[in-house]
């Protein structure tokens, strides 16, 4: 009984893993596999003469996969053990034609989690056949890690409907002995596209995948140790910042992980501040993380370290004050104005523009601001330098004076023309001799003096398939100017609400190179727009606290061999490897192209990093360093094993971006589909005869079609539905300057049914979502609960929920109703489903297979 116990749950396992040559594998004693033989011929007869059989067979296949499951214990079950296993991922509503239900991806890769392993039988812990063979077919594997091995495992999409993870997806581990993987840098702040290294360009080409860096250099931290020394160690050679991934060849010298230079241990770094003991340099806590922040020293110092400087540039046009906005930035200032980051000696300014620009003197002893008009826009001067940006703390009264009056100043105003250019140099000449932030704040086209535009947008064509004009600059002033700012360390950062075209391809460079960011509010208004409103205030709680790091400059380093092809972000390329970023904030992410240009043979590990060397808002000079260890590897099979799907995808939409730009948006798409097509191909064409027929990719890949689609109906990059070209050139800075978590949220929304959430489940989700930039779409179908809409609406039916209400019902939130305009927004994030313009998943993986048979 117990042998034919263990005969059916093998059978049953090795079904789920859709590997029936590995079936052997388990058993070592011949008579058992003689006789297992035996019984696999009797039930392929059995079938092919009953298909009442075969559906007994299909059932109990079901309900011992279901003993299987994550969270089964290692004993039969109980009378529980009949009760139906949780759905994985998303289940379609609809089953396209011959988009059969394959099995169910496994929820772990260890083929014996949590099943049952009877007394005398060990877990089955040899790579499947199948595998195998393929391994081999693409070079073999290098240890056959089980992650590795699952990664690699073949996935037919076409009839693999639920391969959304029930978890979020986490990236890849790198192959690495347990202490460097303990050890190394957080995958949130440095990510690899491969976390396997190709040892050769020719490997990494044969692989058809992209190599790149995600980095998230400046995001807030809970832990970061910080060290003091006065001595920092570095390698004389390449500089490279001593890491837990150098080599310690005794007690008195370490070698360069990057360049391999034999460096001396300073006498200070035998004393380990932390043990309070000599003699143990590779215990002192730069060793011992991947990621620490150094105190710097004047040696780090071209001039005194700047005090935190802040001026606000506001449109008060007449379309600026018709939109309300000043109201909301004036009362947020007001609510955070303490908050800002600094010291005693925080500066801070304004100066507001129409047709003519004001400047506002709020030199301490004055009764209220004073203010200064300049209506030469055409030379624009500073009527008085030194009382126009003010000590915060020793001119607080009349700043808060000045932000309360504000909102009511230009109320009557019939001034519709926009000096924005002449403001901005304004502004540099204004900041230039400290630097700082310049929060520019925008309602239109700029209309007067320099660096005016002329609407370049063609309504007809917002929905053109044929391709999209006007993606780069009409002018070069806003790039200059912004360069000019990088040069005397001022960042620019804009704040875009307006309800008509306003040229951002244009605005947008100065933040693009002065290191800024970029904040768009289309059709802005406090009152008929409620929801915009509500969300710059968030914004602005937000801009206005979080950290914020000055006169910054960042360095990516590499292993010998590795080298920078293309930079992706918002910021100045200095030289080959140094970046400007004039400001630098924890909600900005960068992208990194790299190339192989020597073969890494001659080492098993390559190491990445990053050193950000700014000034905090408290006037300290700081090097934040990021170090990533990755293995170096020869064989084809390992380079796809780790492949990270959600950094390629967030690579790739960079680079589209940039092809949009370059050639045109047609290309861009083309080659995104490419990217998958050739990654696909590569696989297949390296296992072809040892992989079922259909559209097959491996694991770790399986998402990739999916995030690609979903990229292609973006704002950014879809075509054939109406979109403005502001809103397409805003997601396009999105791609271009978010870091990856918050790009794969744009990319592949998240989507819950909440009217049947547990309170725990509740709890959860609102620990797991809460982030800076989370918008939250409630869909109500005419069929809802009214219960729920009793309970979370406040509305007895859903057919007495009120037209406010659509907009808006919460912080970040829209509500969206079945029978209302909004909901085509709400089904534009619904990226698996088919639209009037878009294939539907299915119809993209036919697509796919379509060009691969070409």
Same mark, same amino acid.
């Given at each position: ?34 006789i297992f033989k035996s019984f696999l011929l009797s039930l392929s007869l059995s079938l092919s003469l009953s298909l009442s059989l075969s559906l007994s067979l299909c059932v109990c296949c079901v309900l011992v996969l279901s003993l299987c499951l994550p969270g089964s214990s290692s004993v039969p079950p109980t009378s529980d053990s009949s009760k139906p296993a949780p759905p994985f991922g998303y289940n379609y509503p609809t089953m396209q034609p011959g988009y059969q239900q394959g099995p169910a991806p496994r929820p772990d890769s260890s083929p014996s989690h949590g099943g049952y392993n009877p007394p005398g039988y060990q877990p089955y812990s040899q790579v499947p056949a199948v595998l195998s063979q393929l391994s081999a077919a693409l070079g073999g594997l290098s240890g ?100 837990p991934f150098v080599s310690f060849l005794d007690q008195r010298r370490w070698k360069c992980n990057l360049c391999y230079r034999v460096n001396d241990v300073p006498d200070e770094f035998m004393y380990n501040p932390v043990t309070r003991s000599y003699g143990e340099p590779h215990k002192r806590p730069e060793v011992q993380n991947s990621t620490v922040e150094f105190i710097a020293s004047s040696d780090y110092m071209l001039r005194p370290p700047q005090p935190a400087v802040y001026l606000f540039v506001l449109d008060v046009s007449h379309n600026a004050v018709e939109t309300g906005y000043l109201n909301v930035l004036c009362q947020s200032l007001l609510e955070n104005l303490e908050k800002l980051p600094g010291d005693a000696r925080t500066r801070v300014g304004f100066l507001t ?88 704040? %925008? ?97 602005? %709680? ?199 978590? %918050? ?84 089904? %534009? ?26």
């Amino acid at each position: 009984m117990l042998f034919a116990l263990q005969l059916t749950f093998t059978f049953c396992k090795l079904l789920y893993y859709e590997n029936l040559p590995g079936l052997f594998a388990y058993w070592k004693n011949k008579t058992k596999a003689l006789i297992f033989k035996s019984f696999l011929l009797s039930l392929s007869l059995s079938l092919s003469l009953s298909l009442s059989l075969s559906l007994s067979l299909c059932v109990c296949c079901v309900l011992v996969l279901s003993l299987c499951l994550p969270g089964s214990s290692s004993v039969p079950p109980t009378s529980d053990s009949s009760k139906p296993a949780p759905p994985f991922g998303y289940n379609y509503p609809t089953m396209q034609p011959g988009y059969q239900q394959g099995p169910a991806p496994r929820p772990d890769s260890s083929p014996s989690h949590g099943g049952y392993n009877p007394p005398g039988y060990q877990p089955y812990s040899q790579v499947p056949a199948v595998l195998s063979q393929l391994s081999a077919a693409l070079g073999g594997l290098s240890g056959v890690p089980e992650l590795e091995v699952e990664a690699l495992r073949p996935v037919n999409l076409l009839q693999e409907r639920n391969i959304l993870p029930p978890k979020p997806t986490a990236p890849p581990e790198p192959n690495l002995s347990s202490d460097l993987r303990k050890v190394n840098c957080s995958p949130d702040t440095f990510r690899c596209t491969l976390s396997c290294i190709p040892q050769t360009q020719a490997l990494l080409n044969k692989a058809r995948l992209p190599l790149g860096l995600l980095l998230h250099p400046f995001r807030d931290l809970t832990q970061l140790p910080v060290i003091t020394s006065s001595t920092i160690v570095r390698c004389r050679s390449c500089r490279t910042y001593i890491n837990p991934f150098v080599s310690f060849l005794d007690q008195r010298r370490w070698k360069c992980n990057l360049c391999y230079r034999v460096n001396d241990v300073p006498d200070e770094f035998m004393y380990n501040p932390v043990t309070r003991s000599y003699g143990e340099p590779h215990k002192r806590p730069e060793v011992q993380n991947s990621t620490v922040e150094f105190i710097a020293s004047s040696d780090y110092m071209l001039r005194p370290p700047q005090p935190a400087v802040y001026l606000f540039v506001l449109d008060v046009s007449h379309n600026a004050v018709e939109t309300g906005y000043l109201n909301v930035l004036c009362q947020s200032l007001l609510e955070n104005l303490e908050k800002l980051p600094g010291d005693a000696r925080t500066r801070v300014g304004f100066l507001t523009f129409d047709s003519t620009i004001h400047f506002y003197n709020l030199q301490e002893g004055l009764s209220q601001p004073q203010m200064l008009v300049v209506s030469d826009i055409n030379d624009v001067f500073i009527p008085t330098p030194d009382s126009l940006l003010v000590n915060l703390k020793e001119s607080q009264e009349l700043v808060k004076d000045l932000l309360n009056a504000l909102p009511g100043m230009f109320t009557h105003t019939r001034e519709t023309h926009s000096a924005l250019g002449p403001a901005l140099q304004a502004a540099y000449k204004l900041m230039s001799a400290t630097g700082g932030r310049v929060s520019v704040f %925008q309602t239109q086209l700029p209309t007067i003096g320099a660096g005016l535009l002329q609407s370049r947008e063609d309504p007809n064509q917002r929905s053109s398939t044929k391709g999209v004009q006007h993606l780069g600059p009409a002018t070069d002033f806003y790039k200059k100017l912004a360069l000019d700012c990088s040069g005397q360390q001022i960042g620019v950062d804009l704040f875009l609400l307006s309800s008509q075209y306003s040229d951002l391809a244009s605005l947008a460079c100065m933040s693009k190179y002065s290191a800024g960011s970029v904040f768009y509010y289309p059709a802005f208004h406090h009152i008929h727009n409620p929801a915009q409103s509500v969300k710059l205030q968030k914004d602005l %709680q937000r801009y206005l606290t979080r950290k914020i790091g000055f006169e910054a400059v960042m360095r990516i380093r590499c292993t010998k061999g590795l080298s920078i092809h293309t930079f992706h972000g918002n910021f100045f390329v200095r030289s080959t490897d140094l970046l400007s970023l004039a400001n630098v904030n924890p909600d900005s992410g960068f992208a990194v192209q790299m190339s192989i240009d020597e073969s890494l043979a001659d080492t098993t590990l390559a190491c990445f990093q990053a050193a950000l060397l700014y000034t905090s808002s408290k006037g300290k000079r700081r090097i934040r360093v990021h170090t990533l260890c990755l293995p170096v590897v020869s064989q084809l099979s390992d380079v796809f094993a780790g492949a990270d799907v959600q950094a390629i995808t967030c690579l790739l939409a960079n680079m589209a971006v940039d092809r949009s730009i370059s050639s045109s948006l047609s290309d861009a798409r083309d080659a995104l589909v490419n990217a998958v097509v050739d990654s696909l191909d590569a696989f297949r064409a390296n296992g072809s005869n040892l992989q079922p027929a259909g559209l097959i990719a491996p694991a770790c890949l399986r998402l990739f079609p999916l995030y690609v689609l979903a990229l292609l109906k973006q704002k950014a990059l879809r075509t054939g539905i109406s979109t403005r070209l502001d809103e397409r050139v805003f997601s396009m800075c999105e791609f271009k300057s978010q870091p990856l978590k %918050q790009m794969m949220r744009i990319v592949h929304p998240d989507l819950y049914r909440i009217d049947n959430l547990t309170d725990q489940v509740k709890t959860n989700k609102q620990k797991k979502t809460h982030t800076r930039h989370l918008i939250m779409f409630l869909w109500v179908g005419k069929c809802c609960n009214e219960t729920f809409i009793r309970d979370v609406l406040g509305c007895p039916n859903y057919t007495s929920i009120p037209a406010s209400m659509v907009s808006a019902v919460c912080l970040y939130r829209y509500l969206v109703l079945d029978d209302s305009s909004t909901k085509s927004s709400f089904f %534009q994030h619904l990226v698996e489903d088919r639209s009037e313009s878009a294939f539907s998943y299915y119809e993209f993986l036919l697509h796919i297979q379509q060009q691969m048979s070409k």
